[in-house]
């Protein structure tokens, strides 16, 4: 209850304007998504580089260019860099409690994300094109 014995209102009460409960399901189910996702493919990259530990340079670049290969990988990348995204922002909502500094760290975030996502499935894709 609360620590103030004249509150009298009811805990629906002192919660009304703390904030909105509309986007909470659709991150968290988000977050499942993506996890599992990343799970899945994840065990699939993980079979690919224990095949390839000894594996020649060559041999190496055919197997990611192949086109199975080529697409789990892409689906890899996506999953996890938006899975690290949505895992980052909850950490910054709450933990950074300044405005502008959460504000500031969510928009690294969002960059730096897309960034390295679009660059890491860039690069598999022009493997994957035998460029």
Not at 86 to 93: A, F, N, R
């Amino acid at each position: 209850m609360s620590g103030n014995v004249k509150d009298l209102r009811t805990p629906l009460k002192r919660a009304v304007g703390l904030g909105s409960a509309k986007d909470g399901t659709h991150h968290f189910i988000w977050q499942r998504v993506t996890a599992v996702a990343t799970g899945l493919s994840g065990l699939w990259v993980l079979g690919m580089l224990l095949t390839l530990r000894t594996a020649e340079f060559d041999f190496v670049r055919g197997m990611v260019a192949d086109p199975v290969n080529a697409s789990v990988l892409v689906a890899f990348l996506v999953s996890m860099f938006w899975h690290a995204r949505l895992g980052l922002q909850v950490v910054i909502e709450d933990y950074v409690h300044t405005p502008l500094t959460a504000t500031v760290l969510q928009l690294a975030v969002l960059f730096t994300c897309t960034l390295a996502g679009i660059a890491s499935v860039l690069a598999v894709l022009r493997i994957a094109l035998g460029s």
